[in-house]
């Protein structure tokens, strides 16, 4: 369907979004890094209020995105996308302060994985979701077992909202010319987490090494990546983006090692990459392959 009130300016090339979005992990990992130095200011919900905050705020003033003239189906996407986005972060950031980073970000790629798995045909996705669930064992032999019950819970809702936040992204680039959709998904998810925030935060979230930690998070973990990914989906069909999105993971994990002095141990690892192949076979021969973006 064509959008013609919305016509997307910026389409990058195959090869250039696919930079963008490899560009986009890494920034997102690292970023999730630097917030868990903020959690023993903050908490987890202050954290993620307070990074989603200045996002939102920084993007509505640069974009200045209007709402006049839209449909009742472009609200809805974008508030879905809103909630989706805000969701994911609560619950991967209330996962992280539980349990390690890489941990974390395999178990909730299962989300990407499943949303492949539900979309693909035949066999074969099953053959990716059993090897998933393999390295997850794997990763239970490696101490699985000594991982916070609820922590291990939040990675898994993290998952299951990430994988709403994709197709729900693809609709709002369709939708939104240039960053307008971001801009707008910001707002509705600083407006889920902020209460949170400040409930469980409250003037700590005005200190000046907070807020300066916290613009850095949001530009790594929010404004960085979310705008690459917009981007890149216009352009690069949803199947490639989960399959770069696989590599979450393994760049959570060097993430993980470099900043916070996170052990990876070869179990570990070894885990780790049969949960990014399942990821990346399911997405690959599993799922069905988007349709371009008209403009």
Do not use: H
């Not at 989300?111 to 794997?138: E, F, I, Y």
């Amino acid at each position: 369907m064509t959008v013609l009130a919305a016509r997307p300016t910026t389409r990058p090339g195959g090869r250039t979004a696919i930079g963008l979005v490899v560009g986009g992990e890494f920034s997102m990992q690292f970023g999730a890094a630097v917030a868990a130095l903020l959690f023993a200011r903050l908490g987890a919900n202050g954290t993620v209020a307070l990074r989603l905050g200045i996002s939102a705020l920084v993007l509505l003033l640069v974009c200045r995105p209007r709402l006049r003239g839209r449909t009742r189906g472009d609200l809805l996407t974008v508030l879905g996308y809103g909630l989706a986005l805000g969701g994911m972060n609560i619950c991967f950031y209330e996962a992280i302060a539980r349990i390690p980073l890489g941990a974390a970000v395999t178990l909730e790629v299962l989300g990407p994985l499943a949303l492949s798995v539900l979309t693909g045909r035949g066999l074969l996705g099953a053959v990716w979701a059993v090897l998933a669930l393999a390295g997850v064992a794997l990763l239970g032999e490696d101490g699985f077992t000594g991982l916070d019950v609820v922590g291990v819970a939040f990675a898994l809702l993290a998952g299951g909202l990430w994988a709403g936040y994709i197709v729900l992204a693809q609709r709002a680039g369709r939708s939104f010319a240039k960053l307008d959709g971001l801009a707008l998904g910001l707002a509705v998810s600083a407006a889920l987490a902020l209460p949170l925030g400040i409930a469980g935060a409250g003037a700590a979230l005005l200190d000046p090494v907070a807020l300066a930690l916290g613009a850095a998070v949001a530009v790594l973990s929010s404004l960085l990546p979310y705008s690459l990914e917009l981007l890149a989906l216009r352009s690069v069909p949803a199947n490639t983006f989960a399959v770069v999105m696989s590599l979450s993971p393994a760049v959570a994990a060097l993430a993980g090692a470099l900043v916070l002095g996170q052990a990876l141990t070869p179990v570990g690892a070894g885990a780790i990459a049969l949960v990014v192949i399942a990821c990346a076979g399911a997405v690959r021969w599993g799922g069905r392959r988007a349709a371009p973006v008209e403009a």
